[in-house]
């Protein structure tokens, strides 16, 4: 096992290399994936390494997704690329009515082995067709995994994780993130499909997140801590498996909940973990849950419009401090 | 084929064939009086699709059919009872009831599944034989649809990515005269398929669909340049489908005289024909009916699908 300082969009690329090199019946492929090395460098190299394995496909979403579903019912290991997280949506029938069905209605006969990576999410400029933060949509799904990496460690042991399990995993990348560096172990015991994880401890209030905006949560943590007001994180990872025992432990020691995604507000997650928590422990909540997500609208290219309707670090720190104290007293 | 084994092959073919028809008349029956229920739809008249694909195909080959693949399945030899069990929502070694009539798979017989969406098991069948080429197992995905999935964009999809990847892919489009319930003429600018087919490069046959070894020298030729020649392939069989689209489909929009000129060329009656002697194919239709009964006591012996198992399987991991 060997440590090594990467950016999240190359920890995608070792995780992919990780996986060919292992499982001799995994294929890779996508547009743009094999002779350009992939739109963001996710496959960079992999095709000169791995020939015929990682291979283009016309632009071609139904059927991109269609055959990783035929190719892992017959043995294969696909992992393919979907470009932007917004051209799932073309594939929509291949993704909910037949690859989440395969297992279920076989009996297990089939075997959905596929792994389906994209990434989503709003940058500057980005317009609203190359923006949207679809999750939730997915999470919707029985049959389907879902999981979304907030940092590049995540990125390759999420990733690792999806193409080990015999289920089929979404994968949403963020591409905000993409440049971020982290101490990535190579090569390590592999996880599993599930758990989420704390990453920060505080007593005021749990604040639930998942892919890009974990990073925004942080930020604003960093300015509640300077008003005295410590909040607990907690990165969700995987939206399906969902694991909340460390949202129920902490929103038992804070008594507030607040849930951050940058997906739309309206039918987001964030409305599923604060009905569980309020089924499982709403008594102990001594405030109602909070919800930030993207303001319910398209998303705009300007960035000064787009910025308006996005959970910035800003906003997020101003709506957990109303939470925590909201006749505008400081927390004691 | 010499003129002596002539009879045996066609009596074989007469046989398969007339399994598929007196199966669907059996689940016409059981729909009737309560013992299947549901959407049902029945491939009558174009049982020699089927038959004369299955006749040339090889166990490793995938097919994915339509829901109207019950002769599919059947064709491919999967066991009457357990088929009967599974659209009765019995505990079948199939699908467990979970399938039904219209999305039941059985890959243990190279029926890789039927599909309800309509068009959807072309990418299916294509990842099927992107497979099969990349273990060289010299065999091929084979996808039946109607002529109205022609008008999908998934198929379209598959076929220009079947093409330019090179992936031995066969194409059944069984045009049985009707999109569902409007006249296929109605709704489909092309002619002829396999012009659409040609569009792509890939190479086209159009064969009598009635005709079960018009159909399966078709497949033949396919299955040859698909292996062959890494190229897919398409064959559009033209049939006709002599029930309604669905089990509760009253065929007003049908012309008067349709259906008995239908009758007329559809490949029971002439391969009957063909064979020319009423005591063989007599004898054919008795074996069959014997076994038929057999069939659906074994499977009305099977238990209906447990409800404690309804939440179970959905995941190879933890179950949430």
Redesign the interface.
């Known amino acids: 096992m060997s440590v090594v300082e990467i950016s999240y969009i190359r920890a995608v690329n070792e995780a992919l290399a990780w996986a060919l090199a292992r499982y001799p019946e995994s294929i890779i492929f996508g547009e743009d994936v094999a002779l350009p090395n992939g739109p963001f460098g996710a496959t960079k190299g992999l095709r000169a390494r791995f020939d015929e394995r990682v291979f283009d496909t016309p632009i071609s979403e139904s059927a991109m997704v269609g055959t990783a579903l035929g190719a892992a019912v017959s043995g294969l290991r696909p992992v393919v690329e979907i470009m932007y997280g917004d051209f799932l949506l073309v594939a929509m029938d291949q993704i909910v009515n037949q690859v989440a069905n395969a297992r279920y209605v076989s009996n297990g006969a089939l075997v959905p082995r596929l792994t389906i990576r994209t990434q989503q999410g709003a940058t500057p400029g980005s317009c609203a067709q190359h923006s949207q933060s679809l999750e939730a949509l997915f999470a919707h799904i029985p049959g389907l995994r879902v999981g979304l990496a907030s940092n590049a460690v995540d990125a390759y042991e999420m990733l690792r994780a999806a193409i080990a399990s015999d289920d089929p995993v979404l994968i949403f990348e963020s591409r905000r993130l993409y440049a971020q560096k982290a101490a990535v172990a190579l090569d390590g015991p592999l996880e599993a499909v599930s758990g989420s994880r704390v990453v920060a401890e505080g007593g005021d209030v749990t604040v639930v997140s998942w892919g890009a905006a974990v990073s925004d949560v942080l930020t604003a943590r960093t300015a509640l801590d300077e008003r005295g007001v410590h909040a607990t994180v907690v990165d969700l990872r995987w939206l399906s498996p969902l694991d909340l025992n460390p949202v129920f432990d902490s929103v038992a020691r804070t008594g507030r909940l607040a849930v951050v995604h940058e997906a739309n507000t309206t039918g987001g997650f964030g409305g599923e973990i604060v009905a569980r928590v309020v089924e499982e422990m709403g008594s102990q909540l001594t405030a109602a849950p909070v919800r930030i997500g993207a303001r319910d609208c398209r998303m705009p290219a300007a960035p000064s419009l787009s910025a308006a309707l996005l959970p910035t670090p800003d906003r997020i720190a101003a709506e957990l401090m109303t939470l925590v104290a909201p006749t505008g007293a400081p927390a004691s | 084929m010499s003129t002596l084994e002539a009879p045996a092959h066609l009596l074989a073919l007469y046989e398969q064939m007339y399994t598929i028809r007196a199966f669907e008349e059996q689940v016409m029956e059981l729909l009737r009086i309560g013992e299947i229920t549901g959407s049902t739809h029945l491939c009558i008249g174009q049982e020699a699709v089927p038959v004369g694909a299955s006749a040339v195909l090889q166990a490793s080959d ?1 097919v ?1 059919a339509t829901y109207r693949g019950h002769g599919w399945a059947i064709a491919r030899g999967v066991p009457l009872a357990a088929l009967f069990a599974e659209l009765m929502g019995r505990a079948s070694v ?3 009831g ?2 039904g009539s219209a ?6 017989h190279g029926f ?2 039927e ?1 309800s ?1 309509v068009g ?1 098991g ?11 080429r ?2 060289r197992r010299d065999a091929i ?1 084979l996808v039946s649809i109607g002529d109205g999935a022609m008008n999908q ?2 198929v379209h ?2 076929l ?2 079947a093409a ?2 090179a992936v031995p892919l066969v194409v059944v489009v069984e045009n049985n005269g009707y999109v569902e319930m409007t006249p296929s003429q109605a709704l489909t600018a092309k002619p002829a398929h396999v012009r659409a087919a040609a569009a792509y490069g890939i190479e086209s046959v159009l064969v009598d669909g009635n005709d079960p070894d018009a159909v399966g020298a078709a497949v033949e030729r396919a299955r040859a340049t698909a292996i062959g020649s890494q190229r897919p392939f398409l064959i559009e069989a033209e049939t006709h489908r002599l029930v309604g689209h669905y089990s509760g489909d009253l065929q007003a929009y049908r012309p008067p005289g349709e259906l008995d000129a239908a009758r007329l060329r559809e490949p029971l009656v002439r391969l009957a024909a063909t064979i020319s002697d009423d005591e063989a194919t007599d004898a054919v239709r008795a074996r069959v009916a014997r076994l038929l009964a057999e069939e659906l006591d074994v499977a009305r012996r099977v238990p209906p699908a447990n409800p404690e198992r309804a939440l179970v ?6 179950e ?1």
């Open positions: 995938a994915i199939l699908c467990d979970r399938g999305y039941f798979m059985a890959p243990d890789l599944g599909n969406i959807a072309v990418p299916m069948a294509l990842g099927a034989a992107l497979a099969r990349f273990q995905g964009g998934a999809e598959s220009n990515m330019v990847l399987g959905l995941y190879a991991g933890p949430r």
